[in-house]
């Protein structure tokens, strides 16, 4: 790629030198017991993830005249703070366009580092195009998020750390949305060791990359829904796509579920709080999605600046997929005596009840009958599968 010189990369990792966090691997076999696996945990930057790497690096090259400008940019949240950052401590003001929808602890923590913030109905694409047009009518200087050569080499300043930290890695999996950090790690790594794979992972509700190279174009989506919002990019760049093309080895998705249980593996056996984004590599490794069996692996957590009010809910989805919590509806006869039983069966096979729902509003089958839901903390599918077994052979009818 013409646009991108690794001398720019390794300027970028001395700039940077001094902002940084240090990331050090994490090494985590309870990932995937087939692969050997490590994290780079960008989670931990200061901002919460990677996006200050490729916003700093970026508004450092910029000319005085840019910088008495300002810049402005366009974020689903991370990258808001990492230009937030980069232009407070260059004493540059910043107007940041983030998208309406974006968790309140995006916004404010963008507030915090000195920004001027704009919410933008929509998604992220949304807030691009206002962005643009603040732009144009302001004369500031855009910062973008992913489709720069200046913010790719920032984020590829993680592809040449990775080759210093473990020489012997064969494979790194990246999370991908507009695709500016695989893109910087593919073309360092590649660069300097053709024989590393490297795979990118996109949410399944949106794949924009993993639709645009298998029509062999630019592809924008109608719309885009996923918890992993630091991914939910409608459209990758030309440059950013072009590079994915000839440098990716293969991008490929995972599921709302597969995420969910991913930021709950990571908070469980890491002590690691990451975000739907930064998470769906993890993902990606644990339902082998990318073929890495035997391979020395590295999952770019990129990010952890997930909402609290939500991860509640994404912690009981994934203890769902993961069939360590469970809901069962059963008909029951309405009459004294059947909840102990129910109760008993599930005590029995060590099952602990969550909460129990009892209606004899909905339709069913025995006009004296009502319905009975159980939420149960279990061990696994298999402790589920014995639990609803037991209870049909004492004679209760389990709903669809």
């Known amino acids: ?23 050090e691997l994490v090494h985590t076999p309870k990932i995937n017991a087939e692969s050997d696996v490590y994290l780079k945990p960008e989670c931990l930057q200061e901002t919460g993830s990677f996006k200050i790497r490729g916003a700093y690096y970026m508004i450092s090259q910029l000319s005085d005249a840019e910088k008495e400008k300002g810049v402005i940019a366009c974020s689903a949240g991370n990258h808001a703070q990492g230009v937030a950052l980069g232009a407070t401590a260059s004493g540059i003001h910043s107007l940041i366009c983030l998208p309406e929808g974006a968790p309140i602890s995006k ?7 000195g920004a001027e913030v704009c919410l933008v109905p929509g998604v992220y694409d949304d807030a691009y195009a206002k962005a643009l047009q603040l732009k144009e009518e302001k004369g500031y200087t855009f910062v973008h998020p992913f489709n720069d050569p200046n913010v790719i080499a920032g984020q590829g300043t993680i592809g040449l750390e990775l080759l210093d930290q473990l020489p012997e890695v064969e494979a790194i999996v990246v999370p991908v949305g507009g695709g500016g950090l695989i893109s910087g790690i593919a073309f360092a790594v590649k660069s300097l060791n053709p024989k590393v794979k490297v795979y990118g992972v996109q949410a399944e509700g949106a794949a924009s990359m993993v639709e645009s190279l298998r029509q062999g174009k630019q592809v924008c989506l109608s719309s885009v829904l996923t918890i992993a919002d630091g991914i939910a990019v409608k459209e990758p760049g030309d440059l950013t796509y ?19 249980s991913a930021i709950l593996k990571l908070i469980e056996e890491e002590k690691m709080v ?7 590599s993890v993902a990606a490794v644990m339902y082998n999605k990318v073929p890495v069996k035997g391979l020395k692996t590295v999952c770019v957590v990129s990010g952890g600046n997930i909402d609290v009010n939500i991860l509640n809910r994404v912690i009981n989805r994934g203890l769902t997929k993961n069939g360590r919590m469970c809901t069962i509806d059963l008909e029951l006869e309405d009459k004294p005596g059947n909840l102990v039983k129910v109760c008993s069966v599930i005590a029995k096979l060590g099952g602990n009840i969550l909460g129990v729902y009892h209606d004899r509003t909905i339709n069913r089958e025995h006009v004296n009958a009502c319905i009975l839901r159980v939420t ?3 061990k696994n599918q298999q402790h589920i599968d014995q639990i609803k077994n037991e209870l049909a052979a004492n004679g209760f009818h389990l709903s669809a």
Do not use: P, W
């Open 107 to 113: 916004v404010e923590a963008t507030r915090r580092l």
């Open 274 to 280: 990451a975000e739907g984004a930064g998470a769906a």
């Open 1 to 23: 790629m013409t646009a991108l010189n690794l001398d720019n990369f390794y300027k970028a990792r001395y700039v940077l030198n001094q902002v940084l966090r240090k990331t």
């Open 376 to 378: 149960l903390e279990t």
């Open 242 to 260: 072009q590079i994915c093309h000839d440098y990716v080895d293969e991008v490929v998705t995972v599921s709302e579920d597969e995420i969910c």
